[in-house]
RNA sequence: GGCAUCGUGGCGGAAUGGUUACGCAGAGGAUUGCAAAUCCUUCUAUCCCAGUUCGAUUCUGGGCGAUGCCUCCA
């Protein structure tokens, strides 16, 4: 589609005609999970948002010119606390997670990033950078720590809109006397004895945060590219930071071109929280509800604002994804989607335009041709919707159902039985039950069907 | 305290300087033994106050309210 990209640029928070750096080549790289947990609901909404955004991408530049990298965070303070939680070894833990994060990609139909790097594999160039930023002034030296300075670099806070001055002022900053200034942050720090430790010039010791993101997006992106993103709370201090070193060790005007943040999810409007104690992990939701209906649930509100998660929500998802599988057919030849239709996806991924396009296009579809279903269910499988059969959908559904399908047949025939003999209280009541265990009877043009809720 | 975002019908949720969003729910109808499902039709809205304008829900200012970030967090 020849159509322009539109994108809110976290930097300004204004809506901005994306231009790739090489027209040819777009990269994008997107924060993922440090893995010291189950990923929950929320590390879920950037999952889907980015794996739309990297199929818009790919329709309108290519599936070979987009390289989307999205990392995995394998070392950090949380890990090592959550390991000593739970009483098993930081690789245990991390591999553990790791595998569990892939399951929920799966889940949720999200494809696969062209590069997925981890952090203890570039705790190298990670030293290096330090090395550099310490060289050219922008990092120092103090007791096996090795701090960049704020104060060095002069566009810190344009992302976030913060300045120092008012930062200082907060006083929340941490204080540490080997910081030259509070607002500094970690570049390396030493480990305890039973802490992950790498070789390093400043002694034994780990990376702090944010070091990886600017050495990974480098490595596989480049000095500069395209589009970062990640959950909006990344926007201070770990973007913030990773701008500061990135631009500072590599002499550069610009780190990512267009910062991409998704809104953040509350449970029945209130905060998701450990101490609020409504974390929802993705891994509980697969034995009853199907990864296509938390995909069409996460993306019903725009990116950028927050969605608050219910039941109602849920099963309203539910019943739409219902509706539609009516209108499933297998799509064997390349369907186009209308302009039109992609339109809203293509200003600033609004997926929900798009999906109230999907609507007009099942309304189309019901009576209308093979084509025209081919059509509607192409666009849903545009945004990783309808992409299992219809048949995998049924079965989804009968596995939440404890009737066997003979107790089914059995009962429905005690019904005919009951109607013929116009005894309807004994009819009704047979279909009640049936209801009561998730089974829809219908009685359509003289035959009765049935299909699970 | 500082910095942001938001405030649309019963609910969810887009867009827009003047014209139908869309979905769910509700109502009416077709259909049915009654339903369900499906189809058709349909009601309901832009927080308050000023300003700009021929005209504002949309732009500007003020107010009120909600939320987030400023500390680990998607």
């Known amino acids: 589609m020849?159509?322009?990209?539109?994108?809110?640029n976290s930097i300004g928070y204004k809506k901005e005609k994306f231009v790739p750096i090489d027209k040819n080549k777009v990269g994008m790289y997107?924060?993922?999970?440090?893995?010291?947990?189950?990923?929950?609901?929320?590390?879920?909404?950037?999952?889907?948002?980015?794996d739309i955004l990297y199929k818009v991408l790919k329709c309108k530049y290519g599936v070979k010119a987009v390289t989307y990298v999205r990392n995995i965070t394998d070392v950090d303070d949380k890990i090592i606390q959550s390991s000593i939680d739970k009483k098993i070894s930081i690789e245990e833990l991390t591999k553990k997670i790791t595998k569990n994060y892939h399951n929920d990609c799966d889940y949720l139909k999200c494809e696969k990033p062209?590069?997925?790097?981890?952090?203890?594999?570039?705790?190298?160039?990670?030293?290096?950078?330090?090395?550099?930023?310490i060289k050219k002034g922008f990092a120092y030296e103090n007791k096996n720590h090795v701090y960049f300075e704020v104060k060095k670099f002069k566009d810190y806070g344009k992302l976030s809109n913060k300045n120092l001055d008012e930062l200082i002022a907060g006083s929340r900053v941490e204080i540490s006397e080997n910081k030259k200034n509070p607002e500094?942050?970690?570049?390396?720090?030493?480990?305890?004895?039973?802490?992950?430790?790498?070789?390093?010039?400043?002694?034994k010791g780990r990376p702090g945060w944010h070091l990886e993101c600017s050495v990974m997006s480098k490595k596989y992106l480049g000095v500069k590219f395209d589009i970062h993103g990640g959950g909006r709370d990344l926007i201070f201090p770990h973007h913030e930071n990773e701008i500061a070193q990135s631009r500072c060790a590599n002499d550069t005007d610009v780190f990512a071109n267009y910062w991409?943040?998704?809104g953040f999810i509350t449970i029945s409007n209130e905060k998701m929280a450990k101490s609020q104690g409504n974390i929802l992990k993705i891994n509980d939701f697969k034995k009853s509800i199907s990864g296509q209906v938390l995909r069409l649930a996460l993306i019903s509100?725009?990116?950028?604002?927050?969605?608050?998660?219910?039941d109602n929500l849920i099963n309203e998802c539910k019943k739409i994804l219902n509706k539609w599988y009516e209108c499933y057919v297998q799509v064997k030849k390349k369907v186009l989607i209308p302009e039109s239709i992609l339109g809203p996806l293509y200003d600033d991924l609004n997926t929900p335009g798009y999906i109230a396009n999907i609507h007009k296009l099942y309304d189309k579809a019901h009576n209308g041709t093979v084509k025209d279903k081919e059509v509607f269910t192409t666009a849903c499988n545009f945004i990783g919707l309808l992409t299992d059969s219809k048949d995998q959908w049924l079965k989804f559904k009968k596995e939440q159902s404890d009737i066997s399908e003979q107790e089914i047949l059995h009962k429905i025939k005690e019904r005919d039985k009951a109607r013929k003999n116009k005894n309807y209280k004994l009819s009704d009541k047979i279909r009640d039950e049936l209801l009561n265990k998730g089974?829809?009877?219908?009685?359509?043009d003289g035959k009765t069907t049935w299909k699970f809720k």
């Open 30 to 50: 997107v924060c993922g999970p440090t893995v010291y947990d189950d990923p929950h609901i929320g590390n879920a909404r950037p999952l889907v948002v980015f």
């Open 260 to 262: 991409v943040h998704n």
């Open 114 to 133: 062209n590069e997925e790097p981890k952090a203890t594999e570039h705790i190298l160039l990670m030293i290096e950078m330090a090395k550099i930023l």
């Open 439 to 444: 089974v829809l009877i219908e009685d359509k």
């Open 301 to 310: 509100t725009h990116y950028k604002q927050p969605l608050d998660w219910n």
């Open 2 to 8: 020849n159509k322009d990209i539109f994108l809110t």
């Open 184 to 203: 500094d942050f970690v570049l390396w720090k030493p480990s305890m004895e039973y802490e992950p430790s790498w070789d390093s010039p400043w002694g």
